[in-house]
């Protein structure tokens, strides 16, 4: 056979394949779409064992539904107001209770409850810490430091008693100034007083040392009673002490100042020369 021949045989055979090929293509094709027609309507037609052969639709409008409002089981809340002692929930402050006895008086036995730094003279007077407040002056030698006290009757009468201040200097024992014969007249059953002075001549000591006495009735309510005496520590401003150590301070840098200018201006000159 020639070659002419060959060729044509083998044209004739690709064109064979050629129209086969997608007769083989649809022929799969339509297989494939029977066997899921097939699984389809199988799983289609077999029954749930759950289901009750009825169809339900449900349709939304896409809000989300509101739940019914069930009563509180607690009681509102009332606007009446807390008791004594109490604090309600708004964020009121607590009512302090009243201490048992303070600042009374029923008899010999003394009716007073003794504070935070008192002094109890047979549970018939209490008498407070001292306190001190300085304020310096333009004067050197001047200062005046304010002092007071409170003095407090627990008895069942009313008394009268004297105060004598005084102050010292805080390192060396040299009385400043002092105020004596303070009257306390007719402090009354369950009366609080406060009793001060003033006190002058602090100069530049900077810690005084102020105190007080109480001289009470020689007996209250058939009780005997001495006097007590009270102190406290003070500081003033030594101003004079301190201006001087500034202008010493600064006499100081300009020496030093005057010092560098003039090691710098020497080397200067001798330079130029």
């Known amino acids: 056979m020639s070659r002419l021949g060959r060729a044509r045989r083998s044209r004739s055979r690709l064109r064979r394949v050629g129209l086969s090929a997608p007769r083989v293509a649809a022929a799969g094709v339509a297989v494939a779409l029977l066997v899921l027609a097939g699984s389809t309507g199988a799983s289609a037609t077999t029954p749930s064992p759950n289901d009750s052969g009825t169809l339900s639709v449900t349709i939304t409008d896409g809000s989300t539904p509101t739940p019914t409002p069930s009563a509180s089981a607690s009681p509102p809340a009332s606007g009446g107001s807390s008791p004594a002692g109490s604090s309600s929930g708004g964020g009121a402050r607590p009512v302090p209770a009243p201490v048992s006895g303070a600042g009374s008086g029923n008899g010999s036995s003394g009716g007073g409850t003794s504070a935070a730094n008192e002094v109890s003279l047979a549970g018939m007077v209490y008498v407070g810490g001292l306190n001190a ?20 009757n627990a008895a069942s009468t009313p008394i009268d008693a004297t105060a004598d201040f005084w102050m010292d200097t805080g390192i ?7 105020v004596d014969d303070v009257a306390i007249a007719g402090l009354q059953p369950g009366e609080t007083r406060v009793v001060s002075a003033r006190l002058r001549h602090g100069g530049q000591w900077t810690l005084l040392s102020t105190h007080v006495t109480l001289t009470p009735p020689e007996s209250v309510d058939g009780v005997a009673l001495t006097p007590v005496t009270r102190d406290a520590l003070t500081l003033l401003f030594p101003w004079v002490v301190t201006g001087l150590a500034v202008l010493a301070g600064l006499a100081v840098l300009v020496v030093q100042i005057v010092r560098r200018t003039t090691r710098g201006v020497a080397p200067a000159a001798v330079a130029t020369t």
């Open 172 to 178: 060396f024992p040299q009385r400043l100034d002092a």
């Open 133 to 152: 407040s300085a304020t310096p002056e333009l004067d050197p030698a001047g200062g005046v430091v304010e002092v007071w006290f409170s003095v407090r």
